[in-house]
């Protein structure tokens, strides 16, 4: 019931730039998952005749050093970003909102042993801490994913953290323990759900980050591998030949900066709605 | 009648702050006792202290008898089998007790469903009916609206149904006209009365209004700054005052036959409680101070029913 009535009020306040950049991310995500159908051409088939050749009809974004359609490339590019970034943060999400949650929530010696190795994390240079992970694993877009998932995880904690500590003194919840309410149930129950809202925010920012950072990782040759079509493998690949072809490159960059707008804007409008006053920020 | 609730000394401290000291007092079976005092005297701390809610920097001693069960003996597994059944709040404030993503409804079935093993059908259809209850009309409609949907008045009534949810024993209502305008707080009283008339609750209202008092209480208790300095039936706590605080809490009610200009207020402020006079802790404001006031005066009885705990009065008695 609460869970419809948070939806209407979002509806409700999902106005102006949040709504802009939903639609965006609607329609990003559409075409991530129809790729195969929406693809003029297989993202993998070499045209020695089209080497470098510009746009055109059949064409619309060009072609690469190889000969291979940009445009069906982004498509299938795209699936790779926005799963490596949406599962980066789901899986930061898992793992750092029950840690935020319970170090706040129960504070003193519990606080102090789940956040210090969190704080350790966040010592690290984030893409340091992702280069030392895929030194260890290899690389690979499942690696890509999991090393930003350990980037954010600390984010994530300190951000939902910071919000039960402020609700968990509210009046709500000590009227949820004088109605006989146990102290977990008041966690789970009356602190989680009204923490959440920056953690909400946060993470669509976060995601935004999580395409460059994916990207950045393809780039150095160190997140998905070729063949596999990455936004970032192909700004690497187009960088080369910038000069003869730019839409070998622009194209992927145009489609990174879109995706990181959305994301920024459906954030900012989160925000608004949950966060008024600028926890998460 | 027998004593429901029996605070024997009850002292709480926050580190060096004395917040309340020796508080004893017996609130009977089916009686509604008004607890009386100006903001920070203790009134809230005494309450939650009842509940077993008070932070853990609190420090509690003395002993607080429950149906003759000393519960701050008890370990926090049985007061919270207490708290929401046999032992109930309601809090000064509805909009900030009710959790803004908890359907009202929802929050009055939990309530239910923390004490008894009923379904989710059988608590939500309790929970209907317990709104209805206490007044809030379409009760099926208004069960799963958000607390902001709701007005000041029908969240205090949703709030009353949570704390009456498992038909406590005990009811302890902190200040829960102060949110409301006058017509509102008119009907919540009522509400207040009619269900201890009707279940026969004891109720315990916390209030600074003496108005609410008057109109509701059988018996009311006077705190200053931590200490209880007297206790009597409300008609003779109006009528024939003893404490020299009372007498000043009294003056400072407007009247009717009050003219213009200002109304006569007690000299001074509150003490300071991390460093509280060592006796009485109204002798600094006192207009019949005497030497004696250095040494905490116990509570003694004149009257049937009717205690004070006061230097002078007691040695105006005697002579």
Known sequence: MSAVAVALRTRRRLRGRAAVGAAILVILVLVALLAPVLAPHDPNAIDPSRVLAGPDASHPFGSDALGRDVLSRVLFAYRVSLGVAVGSVLVAMAVGIPLGLLAGYHGGWVDSLLMRPVDLLLALPALLLALSLIAIIGPGSGVALFAIAVIYLPILARVVRGSVLGVKGEAYVIGARARGVSRTGCMLRHVLPNSLGPAVVQASVLMGFAIQIEAALSFLGLGAQPPTPSLGLMLADGYQVLQQAPWADIYPGLAIAITVLAFTLIGDGLRDHFDPRGVSR | MSALLALRDVSVDYGPVSAVRDVSLEVSEG??????GESGCGKTTLALAVMGLLPRSAQVQGG???????????????????????????FQDPEAALDPAFAVGEQVAETIRAHRPVSGREARRRATQLLTEVGIPAAERRYGDPPHRLSGGMQQRVVIATALANEPALLVADEPTTALDVTIQAQILALIRDLRDRHRTTVILIAHDLGVVAQLCDRAGVLYAGQLVEVAAVERIFDAPEHPYTKALLAALPTRTHGRGSLPVAGGRVPDLADPPPGCRFAPRCPVRMDACERVPALTSREAGHVTACWH???????
């Not at chain 2, 009686?31 to 009386?36: M, T």
């Not at chain 2, 003759?68 to 597994?77: I, S, Y």
């Not at chain 2, 009065?313 to 002579?319: H, K, L, Q, R, T």
Request: net charge negative; glycine share 8%; proline share 2%.
């Open chain 2, 31 to 36: 009686e509604i006792f008004g607890l009386v």
């Open chain 2, 64 to 90: 607080i008898d429950f149906q003759g069960e000393d519960v701050l003996a008890l370990p926090e597994a049985a007061r919270r089998r207490l708290r929401g059944d046999r032992i109930s709040m309601v």
């Open chain 2, 313 to 319: 009065v007691e040695a105006e008695a005697a002579a």
